[in-house]
């Protein structure tokens, strides 16, 4: 009487008792997840506002005063301090104390009256790309305003001559958690799952009962599935409680099915258990399981598009992202949560994803030895 | 052996450049009690690893009521019952539970299952810590509930790795006694052990050292082999006062090849030409009074020492 699923039920009541033995091992799958999700919900956040400027205004008029004024109105810059020498101006920049210094020369006033080309001096902090970038742009853009208003004005037209009225899709209000919160949802799953399987195989080898197990009528397949199903239903719940901390602490809609959203989830949550279960045949102890744990999730972090979008990397960590089942889950997050996107819609992202939890899954059971040594 | 029920021929295990089991043949007859005796590293557990097919031997081979444990291990897998090092159990379950864990891992079922598990809770006489985790379990009670899950599937060999260390007397007692019933009912038991009254009570013993296999047979038929019992030479036995002021005094005597103490005693292995006058004058110097002398038969620890002692000289001279 061999039976491919032989053991399964035996391993799969066992662990579920272990699992829920131990509040504290339960806490700790529970918990991380739920922290990582708020910290990086709230910290992770693309919007700059509000930057750190020093004013050194050597015109003193109404008309650089107006100009400062319209420069904080935009939000991204506050004037924190006013200094009366270029010097001053750099230090503050070095310093840390500002993140953009504005120059007014003392002709300012007198070169917009007549008419002139009138120039207005802004020392950015390059060293951080994404502050100068938004610095840069803000700063441009209420120049070129301010030009075209005065062109208007000396023209006699009325409007101007081509304008684009863009209109943001998805996410109108450009909010940062948007973009973010699916992505640490594809990592704060991760994270706790790769390292429940891993350690399960590895704890058994550890206490010496995988003899036991080795010694008896067990398939391989019985084996893995019992290791597999309760860390599952487990996940799932996890993935529930994240979707319900997406949706209600970062107001983050989902306009897509939520049957799509869970079995996107199903499908990683399943591919991740194989991958760990994979480290556990293999590692000999706890500390190797969690150290190849860690090595493979690392990756993920930049490779998955959870910060850096795919589309810009050099074409062999395009390759990367690809292999990394993150890489989907983040993908199909966006799309059903953010656009509404359907199963239909993508496909060949969930073909992908079952593909690797049937692999993963396939993988163990083929290269679990039923030996020691 | 006629009825052997395990067969083991050349069997050999190496990691690496290290040879762990180093062409090992004996056989065990069904029904006995077989104790694999050997010091720490020398290939016990190797050899109960390879038996119960959960590691490949490199060399060699070994069957198990016809089957061949390297090749056909999921048939022995219903016969054999396999108590591991140190009983390893679910530390986190309870008593019970590690039973019906086991009890499901061997294909019973709702009844039947109930229904075997008070047969072994009765036979293991666990009834008083059923609902205890195997966390909080005293050594002796971890080894009789390991027990307990190794007998599940009613196995005909049972192989027990080190079954007694680190339990108290009683317990270890007890699991003898048990060890002999089951004995009695034609199951095969093999055992590895440390102690030596336990191979005394083996109906075979083996002895592993430095992962040859250096005698194996009968307790009472190894302890006539004439390595053991060197002609021209006798064992006698030595009760007196101050044993280790005279194990130091008759050692330096010429004739006497071997002194240990043992107790209120001191072994000796003397030549012939000794006489006991000899002894008691030589213990009268070191002012040891009325020594009681009278020859003994060696030991199985004698049979082992001399034998080591042997194979360590040997082994040096390759």
């Known amino acids: ?373 | 052996m006629a009825d052997a029920i395990i067969q083991v021929e050349n069997l050999t295990k190496r990691f690496g450049y290290f040879t762990a089991v180093d062409h090992v043949s004996f056989s065990v007859g069904k029904g006995s009690i077989f104790g694999f005796l050997g010091p720490n590293g020398s290939g016990k557990s190797t050899v109960i690893r390879m038996l119960c097919g959960i590691l490949a031997p490199s060399d060699g081979q070994a069957r198990i009521a016809g089957f061949d444990v390297a090749r056909q291990s999921d048939q022995l897998k219903g016969i054999i019952g396999y108590m591991s090092q140190k009983f390893s159990l679910y530390d986190e379950l309870t008593v019970t539970e590690n039973l019906l864990f086991y009890g499901r891992l061997y294909g019973f079922r709702g009844a039947a299952l109930r229904q075997r598990m008070d047969e072994l809770i009765a036979l293991a006489h666990l009834s008083p810590y059923l609902n205890r985790r195997a966390a909080l379990l005293s050594g002796g009670w971890r080894q009789r509930l390991a027990m307990a899950c190794a007998l599940m599937h009613k196995p005909t060999v049972l192989f027990l790795d080190e079954p007694t260390a680190g339990i108290d007397p009683v317990a270890r007692r007890e699991l003898w006694d048990l060890l002999f019933e089951f004995s009695g009912q034609g199951m095969t038991l093999f055992v590895t052990t440390h102690y030596m009254d336990e191979a005394e009570r083996c109906s075979h013993v083996g002895y592993i050292y430095m992962s040859k296999l250096i005698v194996c047979g009968v307790p009472d038929d190894l302890k006539t082999l004439p390595a053991v019992n060197p002609s021209g030479a006798r064992r006698l036995d030595v009760t007196c006062d101050h044993v280790t002021v005279g194990l130091q005094a008759v050692r330096q005597m010429p004739g006497v090849r071997s002194a240990t103490v043992f107790g209120q005693s001191m072994h000796l292995l003397v030549e012939n030409g000794v006489s006991e006058s000899a002894l008691v004058n030589r213990l009268a110097e070191v002012g040891i009074q009325h020594p009681d002398i009278r020859p003994i038969a060696p030991s199985l620890e004698d049979v082992f020492v001399t034998l080591s002692a042997e194979q360590a000289e040997n082994g040096g001279g390759k």
């Open chain 1, 1 to 373: 009487m061999k039976t491919p699923f032989r053991g399964f039920t035996a391993i799969l009541l066992k662990e579920f008792t272990v699992v829920f033995r131990d509040p504290t091992a339960l806490f700790f799958m529970f918990f991380p997840p739920v922290v990582q999700i708020i910290a990086f919900g709230f910290a992770l956040d693309n919007d700059v506002k509000h930057m750190a400027t020093v004013v050194l205004n050597q015109d003193r008029t109404v008309e650089s005063r107006q100009f400062l004024e319209k420069l904080e109105n935009t939000a991204t810059f506050r004037v924190v301090g006013e200094v009366s020498s270029v010097d001053e101006l750099s230090a503050a920049i070095r310093q840390g104390r500002a993140y953009v210094g504005v120059q007014i020369p003392p002709d300012f006033a007198r070169n917009v009256r007549a008419g002139r080309n009138a120039q207005v001096q802004v020392l950015i902090d390059g060293s951080s790309s994404t502050i100068a970038l938004q610095a840069l742009q803000t700063a441009m853009g209420l120049a070129m305003r301010e030009s075209l208003v005065t062109t208007l004005k000396e023209s006699g037209r009325r409007e101007m001559p081509i304008e684009v009225r863009p209109q943001m899709l998805y996410n109108p209000t450009m909010k940062s958690a948007h973009f973010f919160v699916p992505g640490v949802m594809g990592l704060a799953l991760q994270i706790a799952t790769v390292l429940a399987t891993a350690l399960s195989i590895v704890r058994e080898r550890e206490r010496g009962t995988l003899e036991n197990l080795l010694v008896a009528p067990l398939s391989k397949s019985g084996l893995m599935l019992g290791k597999i199903m309760p860390y599952l239903c487990i996940s799932m719940t996890m993935a529930t409680g994240i979707f319900f901390v997406a949706r209600w602490v970062f107001g983050i809609p989902i306009r897509g099915d939520m049957s799509a959203l869970f079995l996107a989830a199903f499908l990683y949550v399943f591919t991740l258990l194989g991958v760990g279960l994979l480290i556990s045949t293999r590692a000999q102890n706890h500390m190797q399981a969690m150290q190849i744990s860690l090595a493979l999730i690392l990756p993920s972090v930049f490779f998955s598009g959870f910060i850096f979008p795919i589309e810009t990397m050099p074409r062999i960590f395009q390759w990367i992202s690809a292999m990394i089942p993150a890489t989907y889950f983040i993908e199909l997050m966006r799309a059903i949560m953010l656009r509404g996107a359907s199963i239909q819609d993508y496909w060949l992202h969930f073909v992908v994803l079952a593909g690797m939890a049937a692999g993963f899954f396939s993988l163990c059971v083929l290269r679990f030895r039923q030996k020691l040594g």
